[in-house]
């Protein structure tokens, strides 16, 4: 069973950089799929982020691409997300989750539970 | 950017209740259209994918139809369980999901 935890701070000051870091088990992600983040405002929809294959390639959400970096640590079987110059908008659960490959690249199938980041000073 | 669409954003149905949501794409998609459930503090869970395509284990009472830039989901006799918020999303060209429709007790 595939299983996706996030974790990183819980609050980042407005203009700083959020860090996430999503552990992945039971499934290698050298292995294959794409390996995404999307996120949630407050009562909101969803909105993708970004993905990235074990091998560093990625794909970005145009209106986000300027500010954000994804990448992936398949020793640790881990990737990230780097989200530069904050504002209050960027206040959302942000999940982490598996998915598919080639054209498919952003059908999740496998979601982390989510984790809360509070933009704030 | 591709624009999705769903409609009702709340439909108020009954247990048994048969249960239609709409999701346009602002341009053609193909078959590249999923759909999630997502329930408060959950989430979301994968119901659909390639617009027709039941996910495993997944109830037989949800499918999904269309192609092109027209999608909709049906549930044929909503269960207590089926209470929740549906999206559509796209992945033909990067992703983009709809701003969800919520299903609640009438």
């Keep these: ?3 996706l935890q996030e974790s990183g701070p819980g609050l980042v000051k407005p203009s700083e950089t959020l860090s996430l870091t999503c552990s992945v088990s039971g499934y290698s992600i050298s292995n294959g799929y794409y390996w995404d983040w999307i996120r949630q405002p407050p009562g909101k929809g969803l909105e993708w982020i970004g993905n990235i294959w074990h091998s560093g390639s990625t794909y970005y959400n145009p209106s986000l ?3 954000v ?3 992936v640590d398949t020793s640790k079987n881990q990737f990230s997300l780097k989200l530069r110059s904050v504002t209050a908008a960027d206040t959302a659960v942000y999940y982490c989750a598996r998915g598919g490959e080639g054209a498919s690249s952003a059908l999740v199938d ?8 509070t933009v704030s000073s | 950017d591709i624009q999705m669409t769903q409609s009702p954003s709340t439909l108020s149905a009954s247990v048994g209740d048969r249960v239609t949501i709409t999701c346009r794409a602002s341009q053609s998609i193909s078959s590249w259209l999923a759909w999630y459930q997502q329930k408060p503090g959950k989430a979301p869970k994968l119901l659909i994918y390639k617009a027709s395509s039941l996910d495993s284990g997944v109830p037989s009472r949800f499918s999904g139809s269309g192609s092109g830039t027209e999608f909709t989901l049906t549930i044929s006799s909503l269960q207590p369980d089926d209470f929740a918020t549906y999206y559509c999303q796209q992945y033909n060209s990067y992703s983009t999901f709809g701003q969800g429709t919520k299903v609640d007790i009438k």
């Design chain 1, 69 to 71: 970096t994804i990448s």
């Design chain 1, 65 to 67: 691409k300027s500010r």
């Design chain 1, 110 to 117: 496998y979601w982390g539970q989510g984790t809360l980041v």
């Design chain 1, 1 to 3: 069973q595939v299983q």
